[in-house]
């Protein structure tokens, strides 16, 4: 959902709101064998993390990948980081090295701006990290609170566009001014005294009205470097469409081009979902998708008793 400080004018830079979904998901298995190998979707990119796993705990070579669902990369659902966490946590499994959540993130130097993808894998939920201090290390979880089991999660994708990533996201942020400490203390007071304490209440009314306010401050910030408060023209317009048919906190995930908005009941959602399809159907390069919040930490299973019990099989 966005930085609530991303000059650091308070003393801690970033700092950032966030939301587990149990959809889009990476899926994938992972078991010794003699030679490495992935396939799949973004094989290339499960590859990358278990060589850099390996040479830089000094792994003996042998793992083969296979990957049967991903999140979609650079659209602003931390594809990456869940890559990265999925594929580093079956090698440490697989070679018994008891890495945590955490400790795979910096062997493979994830959460360098957001510690939110690392609190999703390892606990779900709405979470919010304390950003980056003086102190070397991954920015602290904060807060961490359950999402309410009867809200959904509207995501809007636009499958013609990109995010930034890499080099391209390091130069925008450059690019920009220093965020105000007033603007960024004032997140902190929305984010404190209205969006947690909505969550607590499960009070959509009062939740929706903080986020969309927060994700308004935000996007202006931002919007000299991606074109506007969001980055995708067509979901810009899909997102005025479902503000005006009462749809909760809408605003953009990261840097886009998803975007997002929340509703009380599957019902509301369904509801919403027949509305987009009947208006904007036409577009090809749409997808409208109704999640969950997810409460829940990644999963990690061995596929047999017999492998649980020699280390040998696979497990995902």
Request: contains cysteine.
């Amino acid at each position: 959902m966005g930085f609530l400080d991303p000059s650091g004018r308070l003393g801690r830079r970033f700092g950032s709101l966030g939301l587990a979904l149990d959809r889009p998901a990476t899926r994938l298995t992972a078991a010794r064998t003699p030679r490495s190998s992935a396939q799949g979707p973004q094989a290339d990119r499960a590859q990358h993390y278990a060589q850099e796993m390996a040479g830089r705990l000094n792994l003996p070579d042998g793992v083969a990948i296979s990957i049967q669902e991903c999140i979609p990369a650079h659209v602003g659902l931390g594809s990456g980081t869940q890559m990265a966490l999925a594929v580093g946590t079956a090698l440490s499994r697989l070679f018994e090295l008891g890495l945590d959540a955490n400790e795979v993130a910096r062997v493979l130097q994830r959460g360098g701006r957001s510690g939110v993808g690392i609190g999703a894998f390892e606990q779900g939920g709405l979470l919010l990290d304390g950003g980056r201090g003086s102190r070397p290390g991954l920015p602290p979880l904060v807060a961490r609170a359950p999402f309410p089991e009867q809200w959904r999660v509207l995501l809007v994708l636009d499958h013609s566009l990109r995010g930034f990533a890499g080099d391209r996201e390091r130069c925008a942020l450059e690019g920009l001014p220093e965020f105000p400490a007033a603007a960024a203390g004032d997140l902190c007071r929305l984010t404190l005294m209205q969006i947690l304490p909505a969550i607590a209440e499960a009070d959509i009314n009062a939740f929706g009205a903080a986020v969309a306010e927060f994700q308004r401050r935000v996007g202006d910030y931002f919007a000299p470097v991606q074109g506007g408060r969001y980055s995708s023209e067509a979901v810009s317009e899909v997102l005025s469409w479902c503000d005006r048919e009462q749809v909760f906190g809408i605003g953009q995930s990261s840097w886009g081009p998803t975007g997002f908005g929340f509703c009380e009941s599957e019902g509301q959602a369904e509801a919403v979902l027949s509305g987009l399809s009947a208006r904007f159907g036409g577009e090809s390069n749409l997808e409208f998708m109704v999640c969950r919040g997810r409460n829940l930490p990644g999963e990690v299973r061995w596929h047999t008793a017999e492998h649980r019990q020699t280390r040998q099989g696979g497990l995902s």
